[in-house]
């Protein structure tokens, strides 16, 4: 039996936090004022990028004069609306339980700093948390895995004795080239083909989904089991 205690890492954005479609109104109404038209739809397929491939993916760059004021449009617009930011059903719950099962939490994002301390203040779970990353841990965020790859440094855990729990198919795809087993949420608007064709083991509803089957028995949710009884 290994005596080291697994993780489980967490995406936030769209996974633990409604904020998903915060962020595509925010990002479309950038957009617009910055002069180009990005249907809402396409921005939506883009979240959970790391910034400049989002914007590379969007308007083609991410250095030109339209990518730039975006941006900095996107960071004031989201920042004020960050009121409209809500925790998703569980989500406190689970990471709770994690920790109660002797598991290592970890939040393995790449929001920017200024974000993710909104993030982490309205998750208000500071004293389970073991390990944290943001964007400014990594030149390429996900879906490189280097973010995953530091999460798993901090944590001090091996890919093997690790479980990512995400809401799109960067988080999956990510997860699975760092050679994580990961777990998918429908909560961030993603279906269950895509998040299980980019290398979902299996889908949840949210994370109150995933928290009765916790508290059901660890067997209904495999990959947590593993790192239990390994």
């Known amino acids: 039996m290994n005596t080291s205690p697994g993780a489980v890492l967490f995406d936030i954005d769209g996974t633990l936090v409604d904020s998903n479609y915060v962020h595509v109104d925010t990002w479309s109404r950038a957009f617009a004022d910055a002069g180009v038209t990005v249907p809402s739809w396409r921005i939506h397929r ?8 989002l914007l590379e993916a969007l ?14 449009l996107h960071s004031d617009y989201y920042d004020k609306a960050s009121g409209r930011l809500q925790i998703l059903p569980g989500a406190r719950e689970l990471l ?11 939040l393995a994002t790449s929001a920017p700093e ?3 301390a909104m993030l982490r203040d309205l998750l208000d779970v500071e004293e389970v948390l073991s390990a944290v990353t943001s964007a400014e841990d990594a030149e390429d965020a996900k879906p490189d895995p280097e973010i995953i790859d530091i999460a798993l440094a901090r944590a001090s855990v ?4 690790a479980v990512m729990v995400g809401d799109s198919v ?6 699975r080239r760092a050679g994580v087993v990961c777990l998918g949420v ?11 064709a980019a290398g979902a083991e299996d889908v949840y509803e949210d994370p109150a989904d995933l928290v009765d089957k916790l508290q059901d028995s660890t067997k ?7 790192l239990i009884d390994a």
């Not at 883009?46 to 491939?53: A, N, S, T, V, W």
């Not at 960067?170 to 997860?175: F, G, N, R, Y």
């Not at 429908?186 to 299980?196: I, K, N, Q, T």
């Open 186 to 196: 429908r909560c961030g608007g993603v279906p269950d083909a895509e998040l299980r």
């Open 46 to 53: 883009c979240i959970g990028m790391d910034g400049d491939k």
């Open 96 to 106: 709770q339980r994690i920790e109660e099962l002797g598991l290592t939490v970890v």
């Open 158 to 161: 091996t890919p093997e004795r």
């Open 59 to 72: 308007v083609g760059s991410a250095d030109s004069a339209v990518a730039l004021e975006a941006k900095d």
């Open 170 to 175: 960067w988080d999956m795809k990510a997860s």
């Open 114 to 116: 200024s974000e993710l």
């Open 220 to 226: 209904y949710v495999s990959a947590i089991a593993r």
